[in-house]
């Protein structure tokens, strides 16, 4: 922000440019320096000399970024150089790029014949196909798989594994194909955003996201000679509104006030007693092993998703003997398992304390077959056949919580639930949630000492709040076999889970053959 006294010192600079000062000026220039003369009398406008030329230019900010213009040379006086700067000015204003108008200005060449020329030449531009078949391109090398393959099923870009083949797109992107992407409008792309909101709103706020991603990149200065694409090209679209659906609002308990969201659904914070009877279940021996354990991690360590199904056997260490069996754990998340970011130490790993039932889970999960990789979760596939991953895909670990008897979470909502049940219940402040959440390391953004120079893991401060998290957890799990008995019951679980994964009529038919081989058996 500029001072009062550097405001005083460029309005001292500024002063009113007359035709005697612009003489002067070029009389009196010195060869391997450039003299600048600031108009008092007109924002923006500058007289500059340097070696090669004298010219008039004008700044402005056109579509959120500051940009100068050439609009006539010496020759030029300083009330028609006025009238140009103002009138290049208020193009910008309106949201109008002054390219041609400019041109106008410095060749006499009118608006109206350059119009009816472009039209008879097109700009050199990229069609669709190609312009996202680059920019994907693009995002393979400078971005995470999981990006990659989220950005190419909305586009229609290829396939990872298989480049002669591409994902479908998202349907109402098709209108674009044919079409040169200098030639799309900002308002073609408003239209398709608000077409995609009105059957997904979601899902048009993450094309939107992509879409100026994308065009960042088609209108970046390396490659604008070949787009044709204005810089910041889509940066004043906005989604529509999004509709709000008539609610009742009966009297809520303090828990209720954060354990439904009426915005969006996946945004739920569970309740302590849908956690526990989350983890009861997964103890009970209703599930598979693989995925009670995958539960249990996801509990206990509150990591996202993908770091749990893609942990490795080699990034846990233990912190005191390995038979030990009551000893704490560490594990160390490695950059690619993170969620990509430029923030604090995004480029070193997350390091995870696990205690009592989570460092369990690692145990019982090292007694298990792993394979050829020593991934605990390692990808079910058919011999000889090409997978994506050495591990499972993290759906895994959704379908192990989907048909919980009683349970309506997500992954996420065991994070949501620590965030704001650690608040109250142990009163953890946001910094030293943001420290297990891997949310910067719980720094603030921008603070340079955490980012460059304070690099201690604070393995303390992690097993203290975790120690907190696993007590309590373990707390509401008793209270849930407590509340509901049944909980106990794998085989009454098994069936619950089954009818929910399968439907009654599928589970009918098991009944009915199980009974038969009974009878046989007999």
């Not at 909101?197 to 490659?223: E, N, P």
Request: proline letters at 5%; a positive charge.
């Amino acid at each position: 922000m500029m001072t009062t006294a550097s405001k005083r010192k460029k309005e001292k600079r500024a002063e009113e440019i007359t035709a005697k000062k612009v003489k002067e000026k070029i009389r009196d220039h010195e060869k391997g320096k450039r003299t600048e003369l600031t108009d008092a009398k007109c924002r923006g406008l500058q007289f500059r000399i340097t070696d090669e030329a004298a010219t008039w230019t004008v700044r402005a900010r056109l579509f959120g970024k500051q940009r100068r213009w050439i609009i006539g040379n010496s020759e030029v006086a300083p009330e028609i150089a006025r009238e140009r700067a103002s009138e290049v000015r208020a193009w910008c204003r309106r949201g109008s790029d002054p390219e041609k108008l400019v041109t106008e200005f410095m060749t006499g060449i009118s608006i109206a014949h350059q119009v009816r020329v472009s039209g008879e030449r097109p700009v050199r531009s990229w069609d669709w196909i190609e312009a996202v078949d680059k920019f994907m391109d693009h995002i393979m090398d400078c971005r995470s798989p999981d990006t990659y393959d989220d950005y190419a099923r909305t586009l229609g870009g290829r396939r990872r594994l298989d480049r002669s083949k591409r994902h479908s797109r998202v349907a109402e992107l098709s209108r674009f194909n044919g079409k040169q992407v200098a030639a799309i409008s900002r308002e073609e792309i408003a239209e398709c955003v608000a077409d995609i909101c009105k059957r997904a709103y979601s899902q048009g706020l993450h094309v939107l996201r992509i879409l100026g991603s994308m065009w960042s990149f088609l209108g970046d200065d390396t490659r604008r000679r070949q787009t044709s694409v204005t810089p910041n090209f889509l940066l004043r679209v906005k989604p529509p509104e999004r509709p709000q659906p008539m609610i009742s609002r009966p009297a809520l308990s303090v828990i209720q006030l954060f354990d439904k969201d009426r915005e969006d659904r996946r945004r739920d914070v569970p309740s302590p007693m849908a956690m526990g009877r989350a983890v009861a279940i997964a103890r009970s021996g209703a599930l598979g092993e693989r995925a009670s354990l995958a539960v249990q991690l996801l509990a206990f360590s509150l990591q996202r998703r993908r770091a749990i199904i893609g942990c490795y056997q080699m990034d846990f260490l233990v912190m005191a003997d390995w038979n030990d069996p009551d000893a704490d754990m560490v594990w160390s998340i490695p950059p690619f398992m993170r969620k990509r970011s430029n923030k604090r130490r995004a480029h070193l790993p997350h390091i995870v304390v696990l205690t009592g039932a989570g460092a369990k889970t690692i145990r019982q999960l090292d007694e298990l077959d792993l394979g050829e990789y020593p991934y605990y979760f390692p990808v079910r596939a058919k011999p000889g056949k090409k997978t994506k991953n050495p591990y499972a895909d993290p759906s895994f670990v959704n379908h192990a919580l989907q048909f919980m008897p009683g349970v309506d979470m997500s992954p996420h909502g065991w994070r949501r639930g620590f965030a704001s049940h650690g608040e109250r219940e142990f009163g953890l402040s946001l910094g030293e949630i943001k420290l297990i959440l891997d949310h910067s390391e719980g720094a603030p953004a921008g603070d340079v000492t955490a980012e460059s120079y304070a690099l201690d893991p604070l393995l303390q401060k992690k097993k203290q709040i975790m120690t907190f998290w696993t007590n309590w957890l373990e707390t509401q799990t008793q209270a849930a076999i407590a509340a509901d008995p049944g909980l106990l019951n794998a085989d009454a679980l098994k069936d619950s889970i089954y009818r929910a994964r399968y439907g009654e009529e599928r589970w009918l038919k098991r009944e009915s053959k199980r009974q038969k081989f009974s009878e046989a058996a007999e």
